[in-house]
């Protein structure tokens, strides 16, 4: 791969001659090839002569347009370890034709950040709105020069007697800097056919003089990150979750589970960066899940380490839904995704995206671990559930919301994984979570009437026991439903 004047992956012009003068093309026949064709050649090699009147190629001629023929000199941007690079981004400061300019471009984060972007250089610095796009994928490392390119390039174009093109030549060469020393050189030579394409024996010449020059014919270029070689060669921070079955270790399910909610995190962050009215939604639902599944698996995890994650997720997921309510859109929630905590909390889930605190379980198989942690939840819930009557206690059921709260969370996190069994598990606690729902809320009405009974006048306080009156009514038959419903799914489940 080498820099371009209009992008990492410019494709030749096939301009350079109007073969529509000549009327239309015939019809391409099964003969002839219009693919592109790589070869790399040594970097001082002398290029061969590419002309061949007998086989039909009787002239080779210099492309001059500014596009074709150049000289670039390009200094990338990024993190000591590269974080942009290795997440598919590329930022760089370029000179072409002693213009400067600023370039942003990426790779699997369309259309969030631009495929290509350039924008005159019109003072020193970055401009502000490159630095917000990849402050998510930098995080709160410094950006700063890593290595510069100087690429020379030059075209030519094969044509007809007639003046149509036939195909473009393209030859780059690449000197590749780094801490002011060479580091490595490489030539690369593309030949792409126009239509109708050329012929198999002018595509055997054409082959056969590159290779005499020392030519090795290649079926595509490295990528930038293979040319610059470490720290640029590395995992991105934002892979695609590994797939996961039963059989994996347990470690490696957190790791995934981690790896896809900070993807989706940086996803929505961008989008609201770059003004997406579903942006803080997005962001707001990608905290809340990855935060609710880390406390379903909770049971397996450092309780330190989690504690310190589900606060500040729970802190992101707030500020995102508030900031999808603010009045001044989302500036509000953009200026928060610039704090030092935010970029401090991906960091953190970055790190756990390579190795989550686990303890003794990271090993074991993960559907011994994700069985374990639902028959718990439902062990726990079973004994809160057994001993509630309808005159019990208020702190007995709350005991029992906390424990229905507990098994959902599980439920949720080990669902995935563990599939019908556990969906079937699920299923048998429908009805009595919606009976306990109800017996709760009830019985926070009843609560509610029991407050502040001595700012009351005598009228408005009989009023109000009457009240109170019916609704323990209503508490102790809810409570009875929900006894009736729990008794019928436990024998069920035993």
């Not at 790399?40 to 002569?49: E, Q, V």
Request: contains cysteine; aromatic residues 6%; proline residues 7%.
């Amino acid at each position: 791969m080498v820099p371009s004047r209009s992008g990492k992956h410019a494709a030749p012009d096939p301009a350079g001659g109007d073969s529509s003068a000549n009327g239309a093309a015939p019809p391409a026949p099964p003969a002839r090839d219009v693919g592109v064709r790589c070869w790399d050649l040594p970097f001082s090699a002398t290029p061969p002569r590419m002309i061949n009147p007998e086989l039909g190629l009787p002239n080779l001629v210099s492309r001059t347009s500014q596009d074709a023929s150049y000289s670039i000199d390009v200094t990338l941007l990024d993190t000591p370890d590269h974080r942009l690079l290795r997440a598919g981004v590329v930022l760089a400061h370029r000179v072409v034709d002693g213009r400067g300019e600023w370039y942003l471009g990426s790779t699997g984060w369309e259309p969030l950040l631009p495929t290509e972007r350039i924008e005159p250089m019109g003072q020193a610095e970055l401009p502000p709105d490159y630095v917000d796009l990849v402050m998510p994928l930098r995080r709160r490392a410094t950006l700063g020069p890593v290595a510069a390119l100087t690429c020379e390039r030059r075209e030519f174009a094969f044509k007809t007697t007639a003046g149509a093109v036939q195909a473009v030549l393209r030859d780059d060469r690449v000197t590749v800097s780094r801490g002011g020393l060479v580091t490595a050189r490489y030539r690369e030579v593309t030949l792409t056919p126009q239509p109708p394409g050329l012929e198999a024996d002018q595509l055997r010449w054409i082959d056969q003089a590159l290779l005499s020059a020392g030519a090795t014919r290649v079926p595509g270029f490295p990528e930038l990150t293979a040319r610059l070689g470490a720290p640029a060669t590395g995992r991105t921070d934002f892979p695609e979750p590994r797939p996961v079955t039963g059989g994996s270790p347990f470690a490696r399910f957190v790791s995934s589970v981690v790896t896809g909610g900070v993807r989706e995190i940086v996803r929505a962050d961008l989008a609201v960066r770059t003004g997406d009215p579903a942006g803080a939604e997005a962001l707001a639902e990608a905290a809340g899940e990855l935060g609710a599944t880390l406390q379903g698996l909770s049971a397996a995890l450092d309780p330190d380490w989690l504690q310190g994650l589900d606060e500040e997720l729970v802190w992101l997921a707030g500020e995102a839904r508030a900031g999808a309510a603010r009045e001044d859109g989302l500036a509000g929630l953009a200026a928060q995704l610039r704090r030092e905590r935010y970029l401090h909390l991906l960091e953190r889930l970055v790190t756990a995206t390579r190795g989550p605190r686990l303890g003794a379980s990271g090993d074991l198989e993960t559907t011994e671990v994700l069985s374990t942690l639902l028959d718990s939840a439902v062990a726990r819930f079973g004994a809160v559930a057994d001993r509630l009557t309808a005159d019990g206690p208020s702190a007995d059921w709350a005991d029992a919301s906390s424990a229905a709260d507990e098994l959902r969370l599980v439920a949720r996190a080990v669902t995935g994984v563990l599939g019908k069994p556990a969906a079937r598990t699920v299923r048998r606690f429908r009805r009595p979570f919606r009976a306990l729902e109800t017996a709760l809320d009830v019985g926070g009405v009843a609560d509610g009437l029991s407050d502040d009974l001595e700012t009351l006048g005598p009228v408005e306080a009989f009023e109000r026991g009457r009240a109170y009156e019916r609704t323990l009514g209503e508490v102790r038959e809810a409570r009875e439903q929900f006894v009736a419903a729990w008794t019928r799914a436990a024998a069920k489940l035993r």
